[in-house]
Structures are given as structure tokens and as C-alpha cells.
């Protein structure tokens, strides 16, 4: 119940965290790459759109640590009857350290001839 509770809310925030960047990525429709760059900085990339304008590349490396977390095994047996029960049993911890790992995340702006945006792209939150 708590694993689906937990994917849930995953999923819940993914689908909002892309809407709230898909509206920030639509409102620059229409304005000029000196606006952009103004706010955003020059891009870390630039390319041919192929159709005598530019493509301005922004991205970012996005890191995050899962938490550690161990897990303890005991087994054991018990033999003999009322008061005369005896028993043994024997366990172990698996310890798994805390895991970081990184990814790129991109933003895209197709600016035309006249320096206007008319396109733009994300991957990556």
C-alpha cells in the first residue's frame, strides 16, 4: 500500500512539474533572443535550425542520492514441548549505501531570422 501510495504521488508530481515547465517554456512564443538571453543568460549551445535561424541550447546536470537503507534476515528453529522448548536462530544485515546519480536537463529555443522564438523543447526536468 505504501509503494503505491509513493508511485502515486511520483507520478502526480512529474505530470505537474512538466505542465508548470511546458507554461514557462510557451510563454517565451513570440519574443526576441535578447529577451531571453537577458533572462537566461547566453545558451551553453548554439545551432543551425536549418532554415536561416538558430537554435539556443540551455542545459544543466541534475543530480539526486537515494537514501541508504539495510535489511536484517533471521531464521532460526525451536524444538521440544512447554517449559523444554529450546531453539536457535542466526541473522544477517545487508547494508545498501545511499546511490547518487545525475542527469542532463535540456532546454531548447528555435529562434528565427529576425531573432524571434517560434519553437521550443524540454527533456528532462
Known amino acids: 500500500m505504501k509503494k503505491n501510495l509513493i508511485l502515486v504521488l511520483l507520478i502526480f508530481s512529474f505530470f505537474f512539474l512538466s505542465g508548470c515547465i511546458s507554461k514557462v517554456m510557451q510563454s517565451w512564443m513570440g519574443h526576441q533572443q535578447s529577451e531571453l538571453i537577458a533572462s537566461w543568460g547566453p545558451p551553453q549551445q548554439v545551432m543551425d535550425d536549418g532554415q536561416g535561424g538558430k537554435?539556443?541550447?540551455?542545459?544543466?546536470?541534475?543530480?539526486?542520492?537515494?537514501?541508504?537503507?539495510?535489511?536484517?534476515?533471521?531464521?532460526?528453529?525451536?524444538?521440544?514441548?512447554?517449559?523444554?522448548?529450546?531453539?536457535?536462530?542466526?541473522?544477517?544485515?545487508?547494508?545498501?549505501?545511499?546511490?547518487?546519480?545525475?542527469?542532463?536537463?535540456?532546454?531548447?529555443?528555435?529562434?528565427?531570422?529576425?531573432?524571434?522564438?517560434?519553437?521550443?523543447?524540454?527533456?528532462?526536468?
Not at 521440544?80 to 545511499?98: E, I, Q, V
Open 55 to 125: 537554435i539556443f541550447i540551455y542545459f544543466t546536470t541534475r543530480s539526486f542520492t537515494s537514501p541508504g537503507h539495510s535489511t536484517t534476515t533471521v531464521t532460526g528453529s525451536a524444538y521440544g514441548t512447554g517449559n523444554y522448548a529450546y531453539g536457535s536462530a542466526t541473522g544477517y544485515t545487508t547494508y545498501t549505501p545511499p546511490q547518487t546519480s545525475s542527469y542532463n536537463a535540456y532546454r531548447m529555443f528555435w529562434v528565427d531570422k529576425n531573432g524571434y522564438i517560434y519553437r521550443w523543447s524540454w527533456r528532462g526536468l
